[in-house]
């Protein structure tokens, strides 16, 4: 079975971020007063902190046009049985999660061990357990909801893994972030370090917390269907899959309104995956990854340009302004 305590495995490569001095200078005094914010956000009662979601949610609609004009172009192409107006709903959906994520941060960044255990759940744990039983390696396929890092840490906190993550350009956000990624297990490791330090990883048993559904370009890419959509899909998973021989089980992370909890739900791992084939594989991914979104499709994170590249260098739908 995989190791405990959050220590890193003897030669991985994490990227790992760390506070200087630099971070003290005054062109991070907004950034800090932000942090601090958050910190009393998360300290709030939670109806008093739900009470803020549809202010925030008006103020980040309102705040980026483009983001918003992007989002639409997904949501028409994805949802074209929809009218506008519901699409419109959906997005108005959309920000309030995002809101709520948002002000969640503070929680996922300084909350205890005891807050992120009652207040993000795992659905669906005993698919996981059940191949580590039988000392299977395993990749959860996490696509890009808003509540994406509430999941991992959550994952994190119960078992050991590693994932793959773009440093943001903030450096003490950054610092921040990956301090509470890396809290309770696991390394971080940058897209420019390739796949072999997840592929040792995997093999040691811990899991990879794996994020394929952005639209990196046509290199190690084939154009796979979306919602119906030619998407350029990245075909590392299979090729994942096959060199450690690990199983896939998709999941999800979304916020249950109602309970007032983020749950991670993790499906059975994809059959006969991978196939041998790159494009059967690709194909295989993004229905599964569909599917998830299905159950929650204001979750999803809409504003990411999931169709930037086309085939045949066609132009790409997201000209501003339109």
């Known amino acids: 079975m995989s190791t405990r305590a959050g220590a890193a495995a003897p030669g991985a490569d994490a990227h790992r971020a760390e506070l200087t001095w630099r971070h003290a200078s005054p062109r991070h005094w907004g950034t800090w007063f932000g942090l601090g914010l958050l910190w009393l956000l998360h300290r709030l009662p939670r109806p008093v902190l739900r ?9 980040l609609r309102a705040g980026s ?26 997005l108005r959906e959309h920000y309030r999660y995002a809101a ?23 659905v669906g744990e005993e698919h996981y357990q059940r191949l580590r039983a039988r000392d299977v390696p395993v990749i959860v396929l996490a696509p890009h909801s808003l509540a994406l890092d509430h999941g991992g840490l959550r994952m994190s906190q119960s078992y050991d893994g590693v994932s793959f993550a773009k440093p943001m350009r903030n450096p003490l956000v950054e610092w921040v972030n990956h301090r509470s990624r890396t809290r309770y297990s696991g390394d971080i490791f940058t897209r420019e370090q390739g796949l072999r330090p997840a592929i040792r990883q995997i093999r040691r048993g811990r899991f990879f917390y794996y994020l394929p559904d952005e639209d990196l370009g046509a290199e190690g890419a084939v154009f796979a269907e979306f919602f119906g959509v030619r998407k350029a899909t990245l075909t590392a998973l299979g090729r994942l899959a096959r060199m450690t021989g690990a199983a896939v089980l998709p999941s999800f992370t979304s916020y249950d309104r109602a309970e007032d909890q983020y ?8 059959e006969d995956f991978p196939s041998g084939d790159d494009s059967a594989d ?10 998830a979104i299905r159950e ?10 999931l169709f930037r590249t086309r085939p045949g260098g066609q132009p790409h739908p997201y000209r501003y302004p339109p």
């Open 51 to 59: 009470a803020l979601v549809p202010g925030l949610a008006r103020a």
């Open 65 to 90: 046009p483009k983001r918003r004009h992007i989002a639409r172009v997904n949501l028409s192409w994805c949802f074209p049985d929809l009218t506008r107006d519901q699409r419109e709903r959906l």
């Open 100 to 122: 709520q994520s948002m002000l969640d941060y503070g929680m996922l960044w300084f909350g205890s061990p005891q807050t992120h255990a009652a207040r993000i759940r795992l």
């Open 296 to 305: 929650a499709p204001a979750q999803y994170l809409w504003t990411m340009r």
């Open 263 to 270: 749950v991670l739900k993790l499906w059975p791992p994809l």
């Open 282 to 291: 690709a194909r295989a991914m993004n229905a599964a990854i569909e599917r």
